[in-house]
């Protein structure tokens, strides 16, 4: 699955929609990151002043990797060039 996050609401919406995937309650997440439930109900609800470290935690929890791209580059060309690259037996 791939989202274009460009809002804190956009990340906080990912997590729910991958926690509840999960069948994991907020205090469930919270406890295997080690941080407080409200701060899962504030990453969730779209804070915009939640901690990038505790953030990270929290996605590489639920098993979600981050990437960046800058404006000009073609994420299906890239991924294509990655991912199957070499596989031409010409």
Do not use: P, W
């Not at 804070?47 to 990797?65: F, I, N, P, R, Y």
Request: charged share 25%.
């Amino acid at each position: 699955m791939f989202n274009t996050i460009e809002t804190a609401s956009c990340i906080g919406e990912t997590i729910k929609t991958i926690r509840k995937k999960q069948k994991l309650t907020q205090a469930q997440l919270a406890a295997s990151c080690g941080v407080g439930v409200r701060f899962i109900q504030e990453l969730e609800g779209g804070k915009e002043s939640c901690h990038l470290g505790k953030t990270l935690t929290v996605l590489q929890a639920l098993g979600l990797t981050v990437y960046t791209t800058d404006s000009d580059f073609d994420l299906f060309q890239g991924l294509q060039e990655q991912f199957f690259e070499g596989d031409n037996d010409e």
